[in-house]
């Protein structure tokens, strides 16, 4: 499977994916004090559950992604691809796509 998510994030870093491979309370835990820090959401730690940005099972703050809903529906590999870039979701890529919640080896 591609680990590279539609908005660049790298899945294979990112502690919601390694926290669900390895099925770790602790990565849980950060990742839940990290969503509601940075995006005010609460996530229970045991909702902490995704396969990739990619597949078919993504945390649920994650299913009603602008990245992955457009690309699907463009039929597009990744944000990057697209000739019209998008100032709306723009920001979110500078800000956060593979800079934060993840594992830096």
């Known amino acids: 499977m591609d680990m ?3 908005c660049g994030h790298d899945c294979s870093k990112c502690l919601v994916y ?4 390895a099925d ?12 509601k820090a ?4 609460d996530i ?3 909702k902490i559950r995704c396969f990739g940005g990619r ?14 809903k ?6 597009l590999h990744a944000c990057s691809e697209c000739l019209a870039p998008c ?10 796509v593979n800079k934060y919640n993840q594992i830096m080896e």
């Open 4 to 6: 590279i998510c539609y």
């Open 55 to 68: 597949s078919d099972e993504v945390m649920e703050a994650c299913e009603p992604c602008p990245f992955r």
């Open 38 to 41: 940075e995006f005010n959401i």
């Open 24 to 35: 770790d309370e602790t990565m849980r835990d950060e990742s839940a004090r990290f969503y």
């Open 70 to 75: 457009c690309c699907r529906e463009n039929q």
């Open 87 to 96: 100032e709306r979701f723009g920001w979110y890529a500078e800000q956060y």
């Open 18 to 21: 390694r926290a669900t491979l």
């Open 44 to 46: 229970l730690p045991e």
